[in-house]
């Protein structure tokens, strides 16, 4: 059983930037790979990305690449989302999910996930 905890989310101006983490429970962490999808009003949760159990393979959608950084502390139990460059179509509620599962071509699928957070919003707006 994983438990996660989203927090650094808030309001930010266009071209700002956000940090958000992911606290995980349990010691096994690093068994997992972790992802952060998106859901904002009127639309499906959508992939934004995904870290391997090291670290060492990440994959993103493509909205985000160049922008984004995933990253993972597996000593600290979390993962990290650095959004830099944000726009006002990034606004949505994020969530971070775990999976013992990973391929890099399905890792994008919402359903191979076994655990969620509760969610952080993040606001993009002048």
């Known amino acids: 059983q994983v438990q996660l905890v989203e927090s650094g989310g808030g309001v930010v101006q266009p071209g700002g930037s956000l940090r958000l983490s992911c606290a995980a429970s349990g010691r096994t962490f690093s068994s997992y790979a972790m992802g952060w999808f998106r859901q904002a009003p009127g639309k499906e949760r959508e992939f934004v990305a995904a870290i391997s159990w090291t670290g060492g393979t990440t994959r993103y959608v493509d909205s985000v690449k160049g922008r984004f950084t995933i990253s993972r502390d597996n000593a600290k139990n979390r993962v990290y989302l650095q959004m830099n460059s944000l726009k006002p179509e990034d606004t949505a509620v994020y969530y971070c999910?775990?999976?013992?599962?990973?391929?890099?071509?399905?890792?994008?699928?919402?359903?191979?996930?076994?655990?969620w957070g509760q969610g952080t919003q993040v606001t993009v707006s002048s």
């Open positions: 999910a775990a999976t013992s599962r990973w391929d890099i071509a399905t890792i994008t699928n919402d359903g191979l996930y076994d655990y």
